[in-house]
């Protein structure tokens, strides 16, 4: 078999291994929401199921946690930018329409790309580059939903979603760097303690005066879906250790909404809109060009 066979590239397998992951878990998160469990409590599941894939992580690998005061600022950015990322989009969802915020911060990889082009040195074949192009039309397309309001009275609540696009965006570069660092399993250790020391804020959030389901439908159902996302991102770190900053972020952006598309479509029978199959079509002729970087 060739040396340069894709399958034989680790960075490409743990972000095959991420959108696998987080399409499964953007396909099935919907269920505890309209079961009546929160959005805001999924996160607080999400943060707690972050803890024992962390110390299952460094078990596995035999290393112990390192904690250099370099190394612990280098994994709290990491973490704080992902998870208050994330808290910042609850409030966002809250005060503008999710049919403009969901593409603006879908397009972070911009940031990644261009911080990683300039900071990091990274660089990719032309091939690559527009496979980088396809990959970030077909985020947006993804992305896009009709709008359901006949007008915005204020824009002031783009500075929210705009935090969270550079937050996310400037994660990746971060998680690339810690990666030279420390270890992987460090760096997602101190991104699991960041998620649990941002609880008290999702707890702020949310909106208690309303029923909550606490059966097997919430919290329980939701902490096996969130694991999901856990391992998506333990992978990611992964693929960030092997591979470049500027090709794995719009690939895992851009693969994992079509698993999701695809696995909807089979539980709630919702085909996709024209957009959607364009969008489809041009991440996968990304994928394929990302596979010969």
């Known amino acids: 078999m060739a040396k340069n066979n894709v399958f034989q590239q680790k960075w490409f397998l743990f972000a095959l291994f991420t959108t696998i992951s987080w399409g499964i878990w953007g396909a099935l998160i919907e269920i505890t929401e309209k ?21 299952i992580a460094l078990l596995v690998s035999k290393v112990r946690l390192e904690y250099s005061p370099k190394q612990i600022a280098y994994g709290m950015i990491v973490g704080l930018t992902g998870a208050g990322g994330q808290l910042v989009l609850f409030q966002a969802l809250r005060e503008g329409p999710a049919y403009i915020i969901f593409p603006i911060i879908s397009l972070s990889p911009v940031v990644t790309i261009i911080l990683s082009f300039v900071f990091l040195k990274e660089r990719t074949t032309l091939r690559g580059w527009i496979g980088i ?28 979603p705009g935090l969270v696009f550079l937050a996310w965006g400037t994660q990746a570069v971060f998680m690339k760097i810690a990666n030279t660092k420390m270890r992987a399993e460090s760096i997602f250790t101190y991104m ?20 909550i389901n606490y059966g097997l439908t919430g919290p329980y159902l939701a902490a096996i879906i969130q694991v999901l996302n856990s391992v998506g991102a333990l992978f990611l770190v992964y693929a960030l250790r092997y591979g470049k900053a500027i090709i794995v972020s719009p690939m895992t952006n851009a693969l994992s909404p079509i698993i999701t598309i695809i696995i909807s479509l089979a539980i709630y029978a919702v085909f996709p809109s024209f957009l959607m199959i364009s969008g489809m079509v041009l991440a996968i002729v990304a994928i394929y060009l990302f596979s010969f970087d």
């Open 192 to 211: 699991a303690i960041s998620a649990v020391l941002m609880i008290p804020g999702a707890l702020y959030l949310t909106d208690f005066s309303v029923d």
């Open 35 to 55: 079961a009546g469990f929160p959005a805001t409590l999924g996160y607080v599941v999400w943060a707690l199921t972050m803890v024992p894939c962390a110390i």
């Open 133 to 160: 192009v396809f990959a970030l039309v077909a985020i947006f397309l993804l992305s896009y939903t009709k709008s359901n309001s006949n007008g915005i009275e204020s824009f002031l609540w783009l500075v929210l």
